[in-house]
């Protein structure tokens, strides 16, 4: 299956996306209890958020 441009430069965006959690995974375990509570709720109220657009994308876009 050929892959268009901007596929390609979607799927890019989603490996960027991968290496900012593996960045934040590496350093949860440095963080203190607030800056995890802090970080988790600002993570949850990101819009939109990582598992909304997953959402959209398994929809069609609907």
Not at 51 to 60: K, P, T, Y
Request: glycine fraction near 4%.
């Amino acid at each position: 299956m050929v892959a268009t441009g901007e596929l390609i430069r979607l799927m890019n965006y989603v490996d960027d996306l991968a290496t900012t959690l593996r960045r934040i995974s590496a350093a949860i375990p440095f963080m203190t209890d607030e800056e995890r509570k802090r970080l988790a709720e600002y993570m949850r109220k990101s819009d939109p958020s990582f598992a909304s657009v997953l959402e959209h994308v398994d929809r069609g876009g609907k």
